[in-house]
């Protein structure tokens, strides 16, 4: 059985989905940062990886890519630039195709340079957002299953 569509759904569709909004937003959110860190050549993307690898010390890459919600084809793009420019180092693991990956002193040295822009940045979204949404999206990064529990990035 074909459903008639109307004008009305396509307008509901085009100008209420939540799915799209959060798009808009993301990217929005995403050149603020991407703005500020454009002079150290690297993506806000990447310093969170930087930072989450600093953070923990040693990890593998399946382990950072499954916390950080990433699909491996992005996550490996991005480890790529980071080993290139001599920011991650990476090797086997011994265990099968997994890569250990270790923070080297320019990355750690990099990170204490963009702190301060990425800050400015992070509070300029904040702005953007308004307090109450990003409070909100802070609250409100969930696990997988739906719990209440909040992402555990450390």
């Excluded at 992005?74 to 790529?80: D, G, M, V, Y």
Aim: charged share 25%; aromatic share 6%.
């Amino acid at each position: 059985m074909e459903e008639h569509i109307t004008i009305q759904h396509l307008e509901d569709i085009t100008e209420n989905c939540l799915s799209a909004r959060l798009r808009l937003l993301t990217r929005r959110v995403n050149s603020i940062y991407d703005g500020a860190l454009r002079d150290f050549s690297i993506k806000a993307s990447q310093v969170g990886i930087l930072a989450m690898v600093a953070r923990r010390g040693e990890t593998n890459c399946k382990t950072l890519c499954c916390q950080m919600k990433m699909d491996s084809s992005t996550f490996s793009r991005s480890l790529a630039r980071l080993r290139k420019n001599g920011w991650l180092r990476s090797e086997a693991s011994g265990d099968g195709k997994i890569l250990k990956i270790t923070i080297t002193s320019e990355g750690r040295t990099l990170l204490g340079r963009v702190y301060p822009v990425w800050q400015k940045a992070q509070d300029e979204a904040f702005g953007f957002l308004g307090k109450e949404l990003a409070e909100g999206l802070h609250s409100g990064a969930l696990q997988e299953d739906g719990s209440d529990e909040p992402l555990d990035w450390g």
